[in-house]
Nanobody, 127 residues
Framework: QVQLVESGGGSVQAGGSLKLSCVAS????????MGWFRQAPGKEREGVAV???????RYADSVKGRFTISKDNTDNTLYLQMSSLKPEDTAVYYC?????????????????????WGQGTQVTVSS
């Protein structure tokens, strides 16, 4: 049974930083494509960043240069380092996993129809 547990969310002022973590169990972590997605109130869930099984990464244009996705295959943990945060980054952030390296996963609508998902962690950025 796949389990993804996110942590690290919180409240921060604009310009600040946060680091999200997602611990995975029930999967061979190193073989999976992992992603971070977010959903703001009243908006659709959207892709933030994806890291493929071989370590390649993809980012949404809105977070390029500010967010960094990484993973530790020894600890089965996915990370999202968020810097220069903006109020528009406020959302629930979700960790997701899929066995297939999908190049376009960031842009699938709705993204939650693919893969397994965590329960999410709230990130609030105040101006």
């Amino acid at each position: 049974q796949v389990q993804l547990v996110e942590s690290g969310g919180g409240s921060v002022q604009a310009g600040g930083s946060l680091k999200l973590s997602c611990v995975a169990s029930g999967i061979v972590f190193s073989r999976y494509c992992m992603g971070w997605f977010r959903q703001a109130p009243g908006k659709e869930r959207e892709g933030v960043a994806v890291i493929f099984s071989d370590g390649r990464t993809r980012y949404a244009d809105s977070v390029k240069g500010r967010f960094t996705i990484s993973k530790d295959n020894t600890d089965n943990t996915l990370y999202l380092q968020m810097s220069s945060l903006k109020p528009e980054d406020t959302a629930v952030y979700y960790c997701a996993a899929t066995l297939t390296d999908l190049e376009g996963w960031l842009y699938v609508r709705p993204p939650q129809r693919i893969g397994d998902w965590g329960q999410g962690t709230q990130v609030t950025v105040s101006s």
